[in-house]
């Protein structure tokens, strides 16, 4: 699972990358490799406060700039799938060329986004799938793969034994659902494991704050946690920071962002963790947006298309509960040798 050092390189300079500003340069008419320029294509996040989100805004941001396209980001404050419908209104009314949204719940979405898709807007799904009807899912890595990796992990910082418990983001995101689907079935592997609860603070810190406490004080002898969420590990490796004591029996890992947790890790609060590059998913969900909206796909498993920098992508066929998807690359780990390097 650990990434070739060449695929390190890639995810540091796209880092890099991530926190550069661009200007988008506008024109209308028809651009390197058949990809339309002067289309609208609206980012739909999970909201429009998480970092990690606003990271792979960015990096749709950066694509479309590069294409001649304009990136419009809408969303709520709360990851609710109801404060997203509006946005999709937004998209239909400015004849947006495409939308790429991550999915707050998995089917609430799907009247607005067929009302969309009548209009004649392609739908891309990012970070969080959608399971409506024809759409492209960009997927940050394989979904089984995040799931059962981040088991593993943990498995091997506490010997594979003890009370586990998962801190997931909010308790509709497909993506976290999907994922926590993997971790149960790789538990098996592990008989000593005991998950013993799955609690949900909706990418908010206040509120992944308080459903940690509450973890905490009903379960004392608690081993590990796997939060497979930035916002939630973050929050957690912070008041573990300051609560070293748990740290005695208490293991923290999952997904986060190494800006965020790189203070945790170089201090012992956390072992490990991992991710893949926001910025890099969202640059490939602009290139397959605007390739969908130039109709040099259709969204069939088997096309391929040209993500800039990131070269080549196949569509796979509908696997693992989504219909035809790309996948990014495989999950990266972090640790102390590493962490220091990245700068999303
Ligand atoms: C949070 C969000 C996002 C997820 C990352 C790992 O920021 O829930 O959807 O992909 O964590």
Redesign the pocket.
């Known amino acids: 699972m650990k990434l070739r050092s060449s695929r390190l390189a890639m995810l540091v300079m796209a880092g890099a990358v991530a926190s550069a500003s661009v200007g988008a340069a506008f024109a209308t008419g028809a651009g390197a490799a058949g990809l339309k320029t002067g289309q609208t294509i609206y980012f739909i996040p ?1 909201d429009t406060i ?1 970092p ?2 606003v990271i792979a805004d960015n990096g749709g941001k950066i694509a479309l700039a590069k294409i001649g396209d304009k990136q419009v980001v809408s969303s709520g404050t709360t990851d609710t799938a109801a404060a997203q419908i509006p946005s999709i209104q937004a998209a239909i009314a400015a004849h947006a060329a495409a939308i790429v949204i ?1 999915g707050n719940d998995p089917s609430a979405l799907c009247p607005s986004l067929a009302s969309a898709q009548k209009a004649g807007v392609k739908v891309v799904s990012f ?2 799938d959608v399971t409506c009807p024809n759409h492209l899912f960009i997927n ?1 890595a394989n979904t089984q793969q995040i799931g059962t990796s981040e088991v593993d992990l943990l498995a091997s910082e506490i010997g594979s034994s003890g009370q586990i418990a998962i801190l997931s ?1 909010a308790a509709t ?1 497909t ?2 659902n999907s994922w926590i689907k993997y971790m149960k079935i790789e538990l098996k592997k592990y008989p000593k494991m005991k998950l013993v609860s799955t609690v949900y603070g909706n ?1 908010d810190p206040a509120t992944s704050l308080t459903v940690l406490q509450g973890l905490l004080s009903a379960y004392p002898n608690l081993r590990g946690i796997i939060s ?4 939630g590990i973050s929050t957690a490796a912070q008041y573990l920071d300051t609560h070293k004591s748990l740290l005695k029996h208490l293991v923290l890992t999952g ?1 986060g962002l190494p800006s965020q947790m790189k203070k945790y890790v170089l201090d012992g609060t956390v072992k490990e963790f991992e ?1 893949w590059n926001p910025s890099d998913l969202g640059y490939l969900a602009g290139y397959a947006a605007a390739s969908l909206a130039s109709g040099l796909i259709t969204g069939k498993a088997g096309q391929t298309f040209t993500a800039g920098k990131l070269g080549s992508y196949k569509i796979l066929p509908a696997a693992a509960g989504t219909g035809p998807s790309v996948v990014l690359g495989p999950p990266f780990v972090f640790n102390k040798s590493n962490v220091s390097k990245f700068n999303f």
């Open positions: 999970k998480n990690y989100e991550a970070d969080s940050q983001a995101a993506n976290q990418d497979p969420t930035t916002v997904l991710l």
